[in-house]
């Protein structure tokens, strides 16, 4: 090949294959030869070229400026904002709970439910999500809810969705509906307060509202009592949610045992009220109520105010009914006053058992006449017979043997224009002059000799009685015993005034002793039960007038028992009834409409406390040594 073909031809192969000039070629050969060192026989990477100096210190800045910016964050994260971090997450490891605990039970002296909670459910209807015809579930819930179908239909066709079918279902109730397994038909549940007596202890145990609230009654007054507390509970759970049963708070699922229990017996309430029932349909009477008390202690047995209300269904009822008028409103005694103004002229010895008055029918007071009911006339009269006839002109002339000043500090003594504190709600005050209107007229004193142109609640009336029939102590009326737990043992018991002496044992047997004349031979005969010793008073009372005097057509009855005389653990038994109509049936006086029911419910207590009948030489006490 020619030289100047050859030249061409490698000109060609360096263009071909784009291989360097021979210089640049050296120069490759050189660096793989520095590449490799012969005493290794390995390969050598060539040193990375020196940063400028500048370059240097801006790596090395951003490297130190970004571990402090690190280090500071760690502290605002570990130190500064730790608190606030780890309340955020227990927030997300941890719920809060703030469970339904269901208030305590109360039940009466011998552990008869009153009151308790129990699961509720409503039932709501979403006719949307219906798979049946509104017709076809309507027939198969009608005999579960003991409704029409018809009724049901109604109700579904008042919108699509949310139809509330009915409420407070008991649990058996639901878990049948539950069972049919009907789309559109929903449950929930909640809890309601029962009360299985219905309208027999109303007046006593009162009711809750739609907040669990106490309104009325005890469940009112002992609210703090009824209510368990309970702090707000925070439970652990896991990342999906779960509760971590080991991680749960002791007691977490614990509620005391404890119930309310009350003085009242269920069954004398039950009787009371079916008596006194009776005879405000009989006399188309008004209203009325019932007491029975321990005159020992004040502890009360029954209390009875007519009408009533079903707890269970307090909505449906006037919001009147919902104070119990026998500690809530007033009324002028009238002669059931009389044994205590009888007790204060023997206690300042102004008269004796023996002294005699006249009585001609009428006697005139500072211009004003008073006279005796159907203006009847007694002639002489000794003090238990001025008891037995109730005559209003005799008692006048025994109480002007008392000082005005004098009679009014015992009225004061007694309790009245105060209130006897009973451990119920809405217990009004009584009401008496004030002390120089009373000592300065005459007629004042005059009228309060016969229990008028003065007021007291029938509760208080009762604490008076009970303070003749337990040796002349004044005793605070109470229908809470305490709570105890499942096995009867006791965990709080009120604390409850001591009694307080205001008559001589002397002068309240004295009077005791009288009553029961007015039993055996007055106008208490319709309350005497044979073989026992009973005591007692009518009182056929004017009633007050809202603008001043009296109503000429309206009167309050009542008959005031206690039994037995020659027992030491006595009871009092006081009917009140407002407002009772003269008819066919009768004239409506206490001995007539009230005196009844104090017998009954009497004769209830003797099977019930098995009272034990007086033996013949007791029955046979003659007015001699009574004085």
């Known amino acids: 090949m020619a030289n100047g073909d050859r030249n061409t031809f490698f000109k060609a192969w360096q263009l071909m294959h784009r291989l360097p000039n021979p210089k640049a070629k050296a120069k490759v050969e050189q660096l793989n030869r520095l590449r490799e060192s012969p005493s290794q026989g390995k390969r050598e990477r060539p040193a990375p070229p020196a940063l400028p100096s500048g370059r240097m210190a801006i790596v090395w800045g951003t490297i130190v400026l970004s571990s402090l910016g690190l280090a500071a964050n760690l502290f605002r994260l570990q130190v500064l904002e730790s608190p606030n971090l780890i309340a955020k997450a227990r927030a ?4 809060a709970l703030r469970l339904f605990v269901p208030r305590r039970p109360i039940v009466d002296r011998q552990g008869n439910v009153l009151a308790i909670d129990r699961p509720t459910y409503t039932l709501y209807a979403h006719p949307k999500l219906f798979q049946k015809t509104k017709p076809e579930i ?31 279902l008991r649990e058996d109730v639901a878990d049948r509906i539950g069972r049919l397994r009907l789309n559109g038909l929903e449950l929930i549940q909640q809890y309601s307060r029962l009360y299985p007596q219905t309208e027999v ?20 007054s002992q609210e703090k009592f009824l209510e368990r507390t309970i702090r707000q509970i925070r439970i652990s759970r896991s990342a999906d949610g779960q509760l971590l049963p080991e991680h749960l708070p002791p007691g977490f699922l614990h509620f005391d045992d404890l119930q309310l229990q009350l003085t009242i017996d269920v069954r004398l309430q039950r009787t009371a009220r079916l008596a006194l029932k009776q005879q405000m349909q009989k006399f188309k009477a008004k209203r009325g109520a019932v007491i029975v008390m321990d005159a020992r202690d004040g502890s009360l047995l029954a209390l009875v105010s007519e009408p009533s209300y079903d707890p269970n269904k307090y909505y449906k009822y006037n919001l009147s009914l919902f104070k119990n008028w026998a500690l809530a409103d007033l ?38 006449q008073i006279g005796n009911a159907q203006g009847k006339r007694h002639g002489s009269l000794t003090i238990p017979e ?74 208080q009336l009762a604490t008076l009685h009970a303070s003749l029939a337990n040796g002349g102590k004044i005793v605070t009326p109470h229908v809470v015993r305490g709570l105890f737990n499942s096995q009867g043992q006791m965990y709080w018991q009120p604390n409850i005034p001591a009694p307080r002496q205001v008559f001589s044992q002397s002068t309240s047997q004295k009077v005791l002793e009288m009553m029961e004349e007015v039993v055996l031979k007055g106008t208490g005969k319709p309350s005497q039960i044979p073989g ?24 309050i009855t009542s008959f005031v028992g206690i039994l037995p005389v020659n027992g030491y653990q006595r009871y009092v038994v006081l009917a009140v009834v407002d407002e009772p109509k003269d008819g066919p049936q009768g004239t409506a006086f206490g001995s007539t409409v009230a005196a009844p029911i104090v017998k009954t419910l009497m004769e209830t207590l003797i099977n019930i406390e098995q009272i034990p009948p007086a033996n013949p030489q007791e029955l046979q006490v003659s007015d001699k040594e009574r004085e």
Do not use: C
């Open 92 to 95: 997300q490891q941890t719920m």
């Open 138 to 168: 309507a027939q198969t819930l009608a005999p579960i809810l003991e409704r029409s179908p018809q009724q049901l239909i109604k109700q579904f066709n008042e919108k699509n969705s949310g139809v509330q079918v009915s409420v407070a």
């Open 201 to 220: 202890a109303a007046d006593v145990i009162g009711y809750v509202d739609t907040n669990h609230r106490g309104q009325a009654g005890v469940e009112y």
């Open 331 to 368: 009324y002028e005694p009238g002669s059931t006053f009389k044994p205590l103004n009888v007790a204060i002229a023997l206690e300042n010895r102004a008269v004796k058992p023996t002294s005699v008055f006249n009585d001609p029918g009428g006697i005139s007071v500072g211009g004003w």
């Open 386 to 459: 001025i008891l037995q006839y109730s005559s209003n002109v005799g008692m006048v002339q025994v109480m002007q043997r008392v000082k005005p000043a004098v009679f009014y500090d015992w009225l004061e003594r007694l309790g009245l224009g105060k209130k006897v504190a009973i451990d119920l709600p809405f217990e009004a005050q009584g009401r008496i002059k004030d002390k120089k209107e009373f000592t300065s007229s005459a007629i004042e004193p005059a009228t309060a000799a016969f229990g008028q142109g003065l007021s007291l609640t029938p509760i």
């Open 532 to 555: 026992f010793r009973v005591a007692g008073k009518t009182g056929t009372a004017q009633k007050a007038s809202p603008n001043g005097g009296y109503l000429s057509n309206a009167k």
